[in-house]
């Protein structure tokens, strides 16, 4: 908005010296330029405060697009399942997030490693924190922990979904998101001070936090448990275990496309705020910019991935397609705001290519991953965090961030800020290796990982969750069930004397 509107009683009355009740009239005056500014102050909020629900919203319909992803990506016989653990990721995520996550992320003021106020949103709101916040932050929370059931699909015991996912939105994830997005997180951009590199780590809208974290967590959920039953031979050849419906796919696909654009854009988390005053030039050009860029880096990883498998397999298949798209999307998280949408098509079109490559790795070391999650929001993510340390402009950067942090390598910006977005690289696969990795294996000792075999073989719907999620028989197939047999009439013979039935 505006600059403020400041008004002296005292020096407006000498400027109506001579005028009858020139105080009184100066302070009546006053009041209203006061009643203005409040106004403008109110206004700004309300404006803001809604632009981040909305993108909350938009976050949090995302679980809707990660639900028809996964049912469409497993086997008709484990639909319920996957389902059923979307549901849970959000409302478990959601209680523990409300306890602990939003403290131990943003309960500032606090040191670099961890947050440690606003447990269970005591004192809460406050002039920097306010429950918009808390609900846009929760739905990237549970976003984290929807990637990482698409690793461990169709094997994992419901017990075991509970309690990672849980300790995931509740502990892991929200000390990553201090590090990187708090004002107190020791590599943080948003410091003032102390920068690491003199930068800090520019991960806009999660690159690193939340794709880099899900996938970690799903790889080692996924090597422990090892591979499903029959995805590769007893030659150790790989065996397409397809998912069964393309169409939920396409549909989750186009759902999470639509979300995203909440959670790039929506991670200014304000909208009304000028670059220079009275201009048509803001950071609201920066939320359109951002949509931008973020659209480009997923159409050109989706047509990279067209023809680049066309050329590998020799088929144009619709399901590479859409994870092609989805890293896209994942890689240029990270630097979303701060690139030019030139440089988001070579960022979408590595990605592609980034996939394709994690693919062939995981087969050849017999890693079974039913939603390639580990390889698109891990790796596509990791190669996010880089592409933004080489394409980050200056300008933009300057913008979004602070006036004379180092930008990207290929822009003249030097090394600095790629040796940061290095170290959260590694920092982040410690971390999550060090905290998951653990997890996971404990469940797996204590028999609470993966289901046994014979569920396994007929199907979690049916052996852990009372029935299939679709209808297999028909009308007449109930009815027989129920003792009514019905016959075909067939038309009667003129030359007959007696009908058939």
Known sequence: MAAALNCSATELGLRLAGASNSTAAANYICGLFDEVQYNFTDATNAINTTYLLFSAYLVFAMQLGFAMLCAGSVRAKNTMNIMLTNVLDAAAGGLFYYLFGYAFAFGGPSNGFIGHHFFAMHSFPTEGQDYSN???????????????????????????????????????????????????????????????????????????????VGGVAGLWGAIIEGPRIGRYDHAGRSVALRGHSASLVVLGTFMLWFGWYGFNPGSFLQILKPYNTGNYYGQWTAVGRTAVTTTLAGCSAALTTLFGKRLLSGHWNVLDVCNGLLGGFAAITAGCSVVEPWA???????????????????EKFKYDDPLEAAQLHGGCGAWGIIFTALFAKKRYVHEVYAVGRPYGLFMGGGGKLLAAHIIQILVIVGWVS???????????????????????????????????AYAYQDDDDQMKKHGIMMTKVEPTNKNDSSPNV
């Not at 990795?437 to 052996?463: Q, W």
Request: aromatic residues 16%.
């Open 434 to 468: 060090a905290t998951m990795g653990p997890l996971f294996y404990v469940l797996h000792r204590l028999k609470l990982l993966r289901i046994s075999a014979e569920d396994e073989m007929a199907g979690m719907d049916l052996t852990r969750h009372g029935g299939f």
């Open 134 to 212: 808390f609900m846009y932050q929760w739905a990237f929370a549970i976003a984290a922990a929807g990637i990482t059931s698409g690793s461990i699909a169709e094997r994992t015991q419901f017990v075991a979904y509970l309690i990672y996912s849980s300790f995931l939105t509740g502990f892991v994830y929200p000390v990553v998101s201090h590090w990187f997005w708090s004002a107190d997180g020791w590599a943080s951009a948003f410091k003032t001070s102390d920068l690491l590199f003199g930068s800090g780590v520019i991960d806009f809208a999660g690159s690193g936090v939340v794709h880099l």
């Open 344 to 362: 988001a098509i070579i960022c979408g079109f590595v990605a592609a290519w980034v996939l394709i490559g994690c693919n062939k790795i995981a």
